[in-house]
């Protein structure tokens, strides 16, 4: 693996190193001494599938507050993604930045989230699913989101938002706490 940083401190975009031979290729996706190396949280306490039936459907921009923060390892198994990071943490020098990575199945790249930031993606193709390595369990009590078109954010989506739920439609404006 490789990890890539990027314009947010703590987030990368992480490329498989394949090894192709005459059956395809091998690659390694996790090795926690590799993520303990650059410092970076190497806890999994959950494993989950998101899986997307139509092309513009809005998953986010979620995250989990203390004391049940959580880091996240995000990579698209099927299809493409247009995922993004918002960075909440009021300390940051990008506080309220946030970037964007195309995931898919193809490329194999991955994306790290670190605690106290938001993250969220929309499907730019039909039958997606994404796959997530999550640090914390799910508590719903510190289930948190900020809306996908804050103007706190800005956030520029690649393509018309078609599908999204109630909850992450709906979040108040983004207000430091």
């Known amino acids: 693996m490789t ?7 703590g987030v990368f975009e992480i490329h498989l190193e394949l090894r192709p031979d ?3 290729f091998f ?21 989950s599938v998101s899986y997307n039936t139509r092309k513009g459907t ?4 979620h995250y989990q507050a203390a004391p049940h923060s959580e880091t996240k390892v995000v990579r ?9 990071v918002v960075d909440l943490r009021p300390e940051s020098p990008t506080f309220k930045k946030w970037i964007a990575v195309v995931l898919t199945a193809s490329n194999r790249h991955m994306v790290y989230v670190p605690e106290r930031c ?5 499907t730019l193709e039909d039958d997606i699913e994404v796959f997530y390595q999550i640090s914390e369990f799910y508590n719903a009590e ?6 996908w ?3 706190a954010f800005q956030i520029a989506w690649p393509e018309k938002v078609a599908v999204i739920s109630e909850r992450d439609r709906t979040y108040p404006d983004f207000k430091l706490l």
Not at 118 to 122: D, Q, S
């Open 58 to 61: 809005l998953r986010g921009m």
């Open 149 to 151: 078109d804050d103007p």
């Open 27 to 47: 690659a390694r996706c996790w090795c926690q001494e590799e993520f303990e190396n650059i410092g970076l949280n190497t806890r999994v306490a959950q494993c």
């Open 76 to 84: 698209c198994t099927r299809g493409a993604i247009y995922d993004v």
């Open 118 to 122: 938001g993250h969220g993606f929309l």
């Open 3 to 9: 990890f890539h940083k990027t314009k947010l401190p």
């Open 142 to 147: 510190a289930a948190r989101g900020v809306r």
């Open 22 to 24: 005459e059956r395809g």
